[in-house]
Each structure stands twice: as C-alpha cells, then as structure tokens.
C-alpha cells in the first residue's frame, strides 16, 4: 500500500512511495507527528539518479523487518535535495561537521523541533569493517533517546545553536562593502591574477582538470579561465581548459556514441564515470564547449557542441517543453534473468570486444574495438569497458557508421530511468547555453527550444510573481524557488532576450531580479539562498561556494551585471559589485570554489561590453562571436533606442566610443577570434 508519498511530483519521492517504510515529506505535520509519539525522527535525504541512494533503499527501505523497526521507532521524512536544496544545505553542514565528509544518501536523526544530534551518510544492512549496520545505528539511536533524552535534545539544541552562529559569522560574512569603492579595493586584476595562479599551482597538466580523483567536471572555473585568457592574453588559462577539455571530450566521461557528459569521473584519467547524466552539467559543458571554440576554433569543442546540444534535445526534453533533470546512472544488464534484474551502475554503456563483435561484425568490431579502446581486461568492471577516443579516427565515414550502429544496438539495451521533474534553476542553465549556441551554430531549432523552456518556466513556474523550484508533467510543485533559481532563470532569460530580441524577456529577467534585490537581500550588501518569507529552518541557508552549479550568490551577481549592461541600471551594477566583492577572500585562497564569481569578477573589470548593432547582419554575427568577457550583444531593446545609423555601438561602463563599421574593427574590438 503507498504511503504519504504517493501524492508528491518528485520522482526520488516517488520511487519511495511503495516502501514499506510508512515515509512522510518535509511537512509541518511530521514533526507535528514526532512530537505527538515522542519519537526521534530519521530524515533521509537523495535524489533520483543516485546509485547509493538506490543501493540504500534496495538493501534497507523494500526490507519489511528494517521498515517495520524504522516505522516503530521513528517518524521518516524522506527529502528530494533537488527540490529543497536549503534543507540539504542545513543538514548536510551538520552531517561534515559531525562526520567530516558528506554526500548522499544523507542520514540524521532529529529531535521533534528538527535539531539533529547524529547524522551519517550510507549505512549497510550489515556491519562491515570500521561501519556499523544500519539497524545498529538505529538501536543505538532508540536506546539513547530512551536513556538519554534529555541530554540528546539539549545536543541538538547546542547544534543548532552553533550551526546558526557559524551561519551569522562565517569566513566570508561581512567582507562586501555599501558602496563601489569598497568593491574596487577588493575586485581587482591583480586578485584575478592570484586566483589563476592559485588555479595553475592545482592543474593537472597530464590528464586536466584540478585535483586527483574523483574528478568533476570544471565547468565554471574554465569559464573564469577563458574570460582571463581574453581579457589578459595569457596562454596558460586558455590552455588549461583546451588540456581539460580535450582529455574530458575523449575519455568515458563523454558518451562517445550519443553525446553528454556523465556526472565525474571515478579515476584521476576521465576514464571510468559515475554514470548518472545531469542536466546542470550538460548545460554548463555546453556553454563551455562554446566558449572554447569561439576561442580557439576546435574541431573537437565544436563536434562536442553539437553533440551536446542535440542530447539535450533528444534525451532530456520533457512533452511540456522544459528539460528533465537527469538519466540515471544505473540500468537492467542486458540478458540478466528476470529473478535478478537489479538495475547496475554503467550496465547500458560498457562493452566487451565480443559485443561490439557482435554488433559490427569481425573486421569492423576490431577497428572500434581500437579505436575506443576496448580491452579483453576491461577499463570498468566485469571485464567491460567505457568506450574512450584517445584521437580521431583517419576514416570519418566508417567511424560515423559504426557509432550510428553501436548507438543502435545499445538503445535495445534496458535504458536508465528518467528524472523527469523540471528544475527552474537547472532550466534556466539549459536556456542560457542553447540560446547562444543556437545563435553561434546557426540552428535556429536550438533557439526554439530554449524558448519553449522559457514560456513552461513564465507560465507553470511562475506563480503570483514568485519561482516555484521544481514541475512534473506540467504541474508545478510547492517549493519555493531559491536563489539560485531566479538568477540562473534570469541568466537564461537575459540570454535568450539578446538572441531572439523580444523585449518581453528582459521585462521577466528585471521582474525576477527584483525580487532577488527585496526578499534575499543580507544587511552586508549579498544576498541569503532563501527569500525573507521561505519556511523558516535552523538556519537561513547562505552558501557563497559553487558546486555542481554556480552558487546563488554568484548566479544572482551574474544576471545582476547583465542586466545592468542591457538597460544601463547603476543600480543593478552595483548589486553586482557588492555581490561580487564577497568572493574575494575565496577568488584568493581558492578559486575552484568560487568560478563562477570569478567569471563575472572578469567582466566586470573588463566593462563588461555594451554592444549594440544596428542594421547590420553581417556585423552582428561578427560580434557575437566576440570573446570579451561577459560582452552583451543587441540588435533591439535600450542599448539600441535613439541609434538609426547603421554600424556596431560598443560601451563599457556607461561609457561609450565612436561606432565601427567594418568586420576588422569589430573584431578587433570584441576580441573575435574565429574566422567569418
């Protein structure tokens, strides 16, 4: 029988709802419920395209007797953090700090007042060396509040009061200044500089990226690179992301036979993925595949580009014109009996040489089985291998034709599930990335598309002038939008408003930024995640460090300078700055962590570029195709009003020079650096 998820739009929650485990959601009414029994509560918190979640959930949430001692025991909430990213930011602080690592699935327990005295990540259903079971931790849980109640809620009662006070004092509060002067001590070239130096002393020159293993794609770190790379000249940045993009682009991080980026990779090499494909990545990659190619004209980032873009259109499109959030990482194995088709992590990808044999017959099978390097020992598990392209086959037309007959084959194969919910901030990411790609690669299907994305967010997601954060088939859910949801929907908005001209964009960008500027502004001159009126948590969440996606912060600082340069708002352009100003400390100490801030750190000590063309077609493809950091480019709208002579118009600043008329002007001056 289902239990109280049955009725949620999340597919995580979803994929719970016939657990025998009597799970609640985030609700008033279920600590209304713990403290009615006088129970603990278990808060479990994952996402839908999370391999140890499922692994979780198989081993402990289908299990009836482990159900029945979780339904006895406690009251269980069960949280999608896709939809409430600020209750995951809350408990996930708690869980490092009393843990020292996070992840998910996420466990903590929580007195009836939702204060946590004990948290985890992943339990077993069996103890294992240097891991306790997750039935012990239970019983030790029960016995404790038994015994020991009172001395646990005062615990938690002491968490939580740290946890706000680290929130009040954290290492980058109260840096940001009330005025542009302030921010001009603190934004500087030369702090960019020490950021790509601090980016430099961490590369990884052999294989790219940042770091050892695991590996995460950098998606906005490279775009702080590239930016740096145009505005200062130096060849070091710009090839830190060529390395990186290349070694990402060839290794099994990339789906050499359908496109799209898995989520990292396991190993130091791109060569073995955690396999789930996200939206956020997807989105992000793509405008970084972009970028690169519109600065150094690669074959391979333009192949990627296209190969992205389509994937995103082929497989996370949702009927309602939005994009789902993720294809999972796990599938059925092909061939395995019925009595054991537990889905596996990677099972729809890996090959065998026997397979692609199989497939493409004795010659053609020993040709991919080089060319992808496939071994008779595997690069994953079970003697199977992710397929790779360490270079470029010599035979264009047999490559395309044996990717055209694995990519076939391989869709018989059981598929991933679908996370198909729509997520506002995620979407705003997809919008931003196809609308300039669709502009840059002439394909106006691309444009489409992300205009259909854009009318599902105004028309579902959008609710008496406020961001809902997730939708399902059309419906939208009940979870307020966050910070990161209006900036990044604004970003897109302002994107597709540069490439299409409708004015009606830039009026639904100015709206949402509005309200970023009233309901999550902080006394300091940044902004919290949540709105002033968000349900109220152990903390107002405020995280100024990118993830998978670039922070709220960071996000709302992005679209606050664009929309600046677009409408000429000193206003909004010093939001921007006093936004901005709060990564500095981190730009310096560790500039992986803040990319994104870096990225518009760049433009706004670059202008960034206010460009207006007029009557002139041939010219405006030449200028957006410019390099110059965070340059907006415009042929409608208020940078162009009151200009009736044909030509290029470019300001920095609110301050403007003479027009250019011809393509070697342009190029020029907006830094372009493929050929027209």
Same mark, same amino acid.
């Given at each position: 029988?289902?239990?109280?998820?049955?009725?949620?739009?999340?597919?995580?929650?979803?994929?719970?709802?016939?657990?025998?485990?009597?799970?609640?959601?985030?609700?008033?009414?279920?600590?209304?419920?713990?403290?009615?029994?006088?129970?603990?509560?278990?808060?479990?918190?994952?996402?839908?395209?999370?391999?140890?979640?499922?692994?979780?959930?198989?081993?402990?949430?289908?299990?009836?007797?482990?159900?029945?001692?979780?339904?006895?025991?406690?009251?269980?909430?069960?949280?999608?953090?896709?939809?409430?990213?600020?209750?995951?930011?809350?408990?996930?602080?708690?869980?490092?700090?009393?843990?020292?690592?996070?992840?998910?699935?996420?466990?903590?327990?929580?007195?009836?007042?939702?204060?946590?005295?004990?948290?985890?990540?992943?339990?077993?259903?069996?103890?294992?060396?240097?891991?306790?079971?997750?039935?012990?931790?239970?019983?030790?849980?029960?016995?404790?509040?038994?015994?020991?109640?009172?001395?646990?809620?005062?615990?938690?009662?002491?968490?939580?009061?740290?946890?706000?006070?680290?929130?009040?004092?954290?290492?980058?509060?109260?840096?940001?200044?009330?005025?542009?002067?302030?921010?001009?001590?603190?934004?500087?070239?030369?702090?960019?500089?020490?950021?790509?130096?601090?980016?430099?002393?961490?590369?990884?020159?052999?294989?790219?990226?940042?770091?050892?293993?695991?590996?995460?794609?950098?998606?906005?770190?490279?775009?702080?690179?590239?930016?740096?790379?145009?505005?200062?000249?130096?060849?070091?940045?710009?090839?830190?992301?060529?390395?990186?993009?290349?070694?990402?682009?060839?290794?099994?991080?990339?789906?050499?036979?359908?496109?799209?980026?898995?989520?990292?990779?396991?190993?130091?090499?791109?060569?073995?993925?955690?396999?789930?494909?996200?939206?956020?990545?997807?989105?992000?990659?793509?405008?970084?595949?972009?970028?690169?190619?519109?600065?150094?004209?690669?074959?391979?980032?333009?192949?990627?580009?296209?190969?992205?873009?389509?994937?995103?259109?082929?497989?996370?499109?949702?009927?309602?014109?939005?994009?789902?959030?993720?294809?999972?990482?796990?599938?059925?194995?092909?061939?395995?009996?019925?009595?054991?088709?537990?889905?596996?992590?990677?099972?729809?990808?890996?090959?065998?040489?026997?397979?692609?044999?199989?497939?493409?017959?004795?010659?053609?099978?020993?040709?991919?089985?080089?060319?992808?390097?496939?071994?008779?020992?595997?690069?994953?598990?079970?003697?199977?291998?992710?397929?790779?392209?360490?270079?470029?086959?010599?035979?264009?037309?047999?490559?395309?034709?044996?990717?055209?007959?694995?990519?076939?084959?391989?869709?018989?194969?059981?598929?991933?599930?679908?996370?198909?919910?729509?997520?506002?901030?995620?979407?705003?990411? @997809?919008?931003? %990335? #196809?609308?300039?790609?669709? +502009? =840059?690669?002439?394909?106006?299907?691309?444009?489409? *598309? /992300? &205009?259909? !994305?854009?009318?599902?967010?105004?028309?579902?997601?959008?609710?008496?002038?406020?961001?809902?954060?997730?939708?399902?088939?059309?419906?939208?859910?009940?979870?307020?939008?966050?910070?990161?949801?209006?900036?990044?929907?604004?970003?897109?908005?302002?994107?597709?408003?540069?490439?299409?001209?409708?004015?009606?964009?830039?009026?639904?960008?100015?709206?949402?930024?509005?309200?970023?500027?009233?309901?999550?502004?902080?006394?300091?001159?940044?902004?919290?995640?949540?709105?002033?009126?968000?349900?109220?948590?152990?903390?107002?969440?405020?995280?100024?460090?990118?993830?998978?996606?670039?922070?709220?912060?960071?996000? @709302?600082?992005? %679209? #606050?300078?664009?929309?600046? +340069? =677009?409408?000429?708002?000193?206003?909004?352009?010093? *939001? /921007? &700055?006093? !936004?901005?100003?709060?990564?500095?400390?981190?730009?310096?100490?560790?500039?992986?962590?803040?990319?994104?801030?870096?990225?518009?750190?760049?433009?706004?000590?670059?202008?960034?570029?206010?460009?207006?063309?007029?009557?002139?077609?041939?010219?405006?493809?030449?200028?957006?195709?410019?390099?110059?950091?965070?340059?907006?480019?415009?042929?409608?709208?208020?940078?162009?009003?009151?200009?009736?002579?044909?030509?290029?118009?470019?300001?920095?600043?609110?301050?403007?020079?003479?027009?250019?008329?011809?393509?070697?002007?342009?190029?020029?001056?907006?830094?372009?650096?493929?050929?027209?």
């Amino acid at each position: 029988m289902p239990n109280k998820l049955a009725q949620q739009t999340s597919p995580y929650l979803l994929q719970h709802a016939d657990n025998p485990v009597d799970w609640w959601p985030w609700s008033p009414e279920a600590f209304a419920e713990a403290a009615s029994r006088g129970l603990p509560v278990l808060l479990s918190v994952g996402y839908a395209s999370c391999h140890w979640c499922h692994v979780m959930a198989h081993e402990s949430f289908e299990d009836t007797l482990t159900a029945a001692y979780m339904n006895d025991h406690f009251v269980n909430i069960k949280v999608d953090r896709e939809e409430r990213p600020d209750v995951d930011s809350v408990y996930m602080d708690v869980t490092v700090a009393l843990t020292g690592h996070g992840g998910w699935p996420m466990t903590v327990f929580l007195t009836p007042k939702g204060e946590p005295f004990f948290a985890g990540t992943y339990f077993p259903p069996r103890s294992r060396p240097g891991m306790a079971s997750f039935r012990q931790v239970m019983e030790a849980v029960v016995d404790a509040w038994r015994t020991r109640r009172q001395e646990i809620e005062e615990s938690g009662a002491d968490i939580a009061r740290r946890l706000a006070e680290a929130a009040k004092h954290g290492p980058v509060a109260g840096l940001a200044a009330n005025a542009a002067s302030k921010v001009a001590d603190e934004i500087t070239p030369a702090l960019l500089d020490t950021a790509v130096a601090g980016l430099s002393a961490r590369f990884d020159a052999r294989h790219g990226g940042f770091g050892g293993a695991p590996k995460f794609p950098p998606s906005m770190t490279a775009e702080l690179l590239l930016r740096h790379a145009a505005r200062t000249g130096d060849a070091r940045s710009l090839e830190m992301v060529t390395v990186t993009c290349e070694r990402m682009a060839r290794g099994g991080m990339y789906d050499q036979l359908a496109g799209g980026f898995a989520r990292y990779s396991v190993d130091a090499t791109w060569t073995v993925p955690h396999f789930e494909k996200m939206l956020y990545d997807n989105a992000q990659l793509l405008r970084v595949y972009l970028h690169l190619w519109r600065a150094t004209e690669s074959p391979l980032a333009a192949r990627v580009v296209r190969e992205t873009a389509e994937f995103l259109l082929a497989d996370l499109r949702t009927p309602q014109g939005g994009f789902a959030s993720a294809l999972d990482a796990d599938a059925v194995p092909p061939g395995a009996p019925a009595a054991r088709a537990r889905p596996e992590e990677g099972a729809s990808y890996a090959w065998t040489p026997a397979g692609l044999r199989a497939v493409l017959g004795e010659d053609d099978g020993a040709w991919a089985t080089d060319i992808f390097g496939v071994t008779t020992e595997g690069t994953f598990e079970h003697g199977t291998s992710v397929l790779q392209l360490p270079a470029d086959p010599a035979d264009p037309a047999r490559f395309a034709a044996v990717r055209t007959a694995l990519a076939a084959a391989r869709a018989t194969r059981p598929q991933p599930a679908r996370d198909d919910k729509v997520v506002a901030a995620w979407n705003g990411l @997809a919008i931003a %990335a #196809l609308a300039e790609a669709g +502009a =840059l690669f002439g394909e106006p299907g691309w444009i489409s *598309a /992300a &205009e259909d !994305a854009a009318v599902l967010l105004r028309d579902v997601h959008l609710v008496d002038g406020r961001l809902r954060r997730t939708s399902r088939d059309g419906r939208v859910g009940s979870n307020a939008g966050v910070l990161e949801d209006y900036g990044d929907v604004a970003e897109g908005l302002l994107a597709l408003h540069q490439v299409t001209g409708d004015p009606l964009w830039l009026t639904l960008s100015g709206e949402l930024l509005d309200v970023v500027r009233t309901r999550f502004a902080a006394p300091d001159g940044g902004f919290f995640d949540t709105a002033d009126d968000a349900e109220a948590l152990l903390r107002r969440p405020r995280d100024d460090s990118d993830s998978a996606t670039p922070s709220g912060q960071a996000a @709302a600082a992005g %679209a #606050l300078l664009t929309y600046s +340069a =677009l409408t000429s708002s000193i206003d909004h352009r010093l *939001a /921007a &700055e006093r !936004a901005v100003a709060r990564f500095a400390p981190l730009l310096s100490r560790d500039a992986r962590f803040a990319g994104w801030a870096g990225a518009v750190a760049e433009a706004l000590v670059a202008g960034p570029a206010e460009v207006a063309v007029v009557d002139s077609p041939e010219l405006e493809r030449i200028a957006r195709l410019g390099t110059a950091p965070g340059a907006v480019v415009v042929t409608d709208g208020p940078l162009v009003a009151g200009r009736d002579k044909p030509g290029v118009y470019v300001c920095r600043q609110f301050v403007c020079g003479l027009p250019v008329h011809t393509a070697a002007d342009v190029r020029r001056e907006l830094g372009v650096k493929v050929a027209t």
